[in-house]
Structure formats: structure tokens, C-alpha cells
């Protein structure tokens, strides 16, 4: 609530330039009642299961459009993850496999404060916003020739915050370069089956973790 109204504060003055931009990161991510949900289906599996893929990190993709006044950077920014999980088991005579796979679209606000006006700008951020998770959970078995399958979707929305700090260089008057580092926070979250509300899930999709990215920035006057 608090950078909603900072950002209505200083949107009322008059905008200097507009800005699109476009980065490509790296993601740490949290997810510890996923690994817990391969951890205990393992031991309650068949014997020999083991987890072959544990959430690792992942490329992120992140959108944002905005405005700039003097040292003032505000506006909406949209971002996407995945990651994924998997138990597995084979032999000559069948296979096992339970598969987790978690995206997250994040849609939120941003705020950014540059110390310096110049063509090299070191800056402080703050985003916040909510997470749109689907976790889909295959289980396969095969016996000799015999096979069966189950696919379950879970959806839900997480809040996240996440600040940062990161340098801009600009190349020209209307494109910078800019690097960052941060993290990502994501306090409140929750599962159910697609579909249906009702049916919660015990295990939360918890996209916490280290945020590394890099990417450009275009500038469009506005005066």
C-alpha cells in the first residue's frame, strides 16, 4: 500500500520519459514443501525411488513499463519462472515417475531510486505484487506392459516482495544497459485444486530465493 501511494504521489508530477524494458535473469528458488512432497512420496513409494530433480534454479523473464521523473522510476512489471521436481525409478521390468513442474507469473508494482542523474547510476528498488502458480503433478507407472497415469493441476496466488539494488549505464539519451541483484520474499501463499477451492493443498509453491538479472532499457520523452 505504501509504494502504491508513492508511486500516485510522484506520477501526479509531470513525467519526463516513459520507459520500456526487458531483463533476463536467474532464480534461486525456495520451494521447501515441494521438496518435502518428493521427499515423503518417495519414502512411501516404491522401494528405490529416487528424487533425480529437486526445484533447481532457473532462468526468469521480466517485463516492465514506466515512467521516470529526474531521479524517480515507477510502474507495473510482469515476470515469469519455472522450475520443476521429479522422483524416478527403472528397471527392466517397469518404471516409476512423479513429476512436479511450477511456473509463477508474477504481476506487481515497481519503485526505483537513482543516486545519481549521469550516464552511470547506481539504484535502489522495491517491487511487490502477487504470484499466479500452476504446479502440474504427473505419476507414472509401468509394469511389464501394463501402464497408468495421473495428472492433477494446482493453482494459487502467493505474495511477493522483493528488493534490490543495481546499476544503470546509459548507452544513449533513449537506451541503457542495467544489471541487478535482489530478493524475492514470498510470505503468504497457497494451493488448491484447479477447479475447485475446496480441495487445499497441504504443500506451497514458494518461489523465495536469490534474484541475479541483467537487460535494457528504453526511454521515450515525454516533453
Not at 521523473?69 to 518404471?95: K, R
Not at 543516486?115 to 547510476?121: E, F, I, K, P, T
Not at 541487478?180 to 477451492?197: A, I
Amino acid at each position: 500500500m505504501a509504494l502504491a501511494c508513492m508511486i500516485l504521489a510522484i506520477t501526479s508530477m509531470q513525467a519526463q520519459e516513459f520507459t520500456l524494458e526487458y531483463n533476463i535473469g536467474y532464480g534461486l528458488y525456495s520451494m521447501s514443501d515441494m521438496k518435502d512432497l518428493l521427499k515423503n512420496a518417495a519414502s512411501s513409494s516404491l522401494k528405490g525411488v529416487k528424487t533425480t530433480d529437486e526445484f533447481p534454479g532457473n532462468f526468469t523473464h521480466n517485463f516492465r513499463a514506466g515512467i521516470q521523473v529526474q531521479q524517480h522510476q515507477m510502474g507495473i512489471t510482469f515476470s515469469h519462472q519455472n522450475t520443476s521436481g521429479q522422483n524416478h525409478l527403472a528397471d527392466p521390468t517397469g518404471e516409476y515417475k512423479l513429476k512436479v513442474k511450477n511456473s509463477g507469473n508474477l504481476l506487481g508494482t515497481f519503485y526505483r531510486f537513482h543516486l545519481l542523474q549521469g550516464r552511470v547510476s547506481p539504484f535502489f528498488e522495491l517491487s511487490t505484487g502477487i504470484v499466479f502458480n500452476t504446479s502440474k503433478m504427473e505419476e507414472y507407472v509401468r509394469v511389464d506392459s501394463q501402464v497408468q497415469e495421473d495428472k492433477q493441476t494446482l493453482v494459487g496466488i502467493n505474495v511477493f516482495l522483493q528488493p534490490a539494488i543495481g546499476v544503470r549505464y546509459k548507452i544513449t539519451t533513449f537506451a541503457a544497459i542495467i544489471a541487478s541483484v535482489g530478493y524475492e520474499w514470498d510470505p503468504t501463499g497457497n494451493l488448491h485444486l484447479k477447479g475447485n477451492k475446496d480441495m487445499k493443498s497441504s504443500y506451497d509453491a514458494n518461489w523465495s530465493g536469490l534474484r541475479v538479472s541483467a537487460g535494457i532499457v528504453t526511454y521515450f520523452k515525454m516533453k
